[in-house]
């Protein structure tokens, strides 16, 4: 990853200012769960952005689009001016929104978005 910075269309290099890798890792521990089908037991997914704590962590791997926008519905501290690095991709925050006619704008969907266009810079 660290090899080659990317850029896109726009040339903008991605760099350590303006993106950070996702690692996930699942907690040691099991713990039991009670849920309406049953017992099971489970461990809690971890999201890191730290490369240091992740690489203490067995079994990292980077994280997924699908990880990082489940991380979004459950933390307050969205990164919202850095590009996520993933292992399917490159992500960034957006958020949309729509006129309510009370001279304001209502926040209608927000999300982790697969950056596009983006190429191994040369």
């Known amino acids: 990853m660290k090899d080659k910075p990317l850029i896109n269309q726009q040339n903008i290099t991605l760099n350590s200012e303006n993106s950070i890798s996702a690692y996930v890792y699942y907690e040691p521990q099991k713990r039991s769960i009670q849920k309406s089908t049953g017992m099971f037991e489970g461990r809690s997914l971890i999201i890191t952005f730290d490369e240091s704590d992740a690489l203490r962590q067995e079994n990292v791997r980077l994280a997924t689009g699908e990880d990082i ?11 919202r001016d850095k590009y996520v690095i993933c292992q399917d991709g490159v992500y ?23 950056a596009n266009n983006l190429v191994f810079a040369v």
């Open 69 to 79: 926008n489940w991380w979004a519905c459950v933390c307050d501290e969205i990164l």
């Open 92 to 114: 960034i925050w957006k958020e949309i929104r729509e006129w309510n006619g009370d001279e304001d704008f209502d926040v209608v969907d927000m999300r982790f978005e697969k």
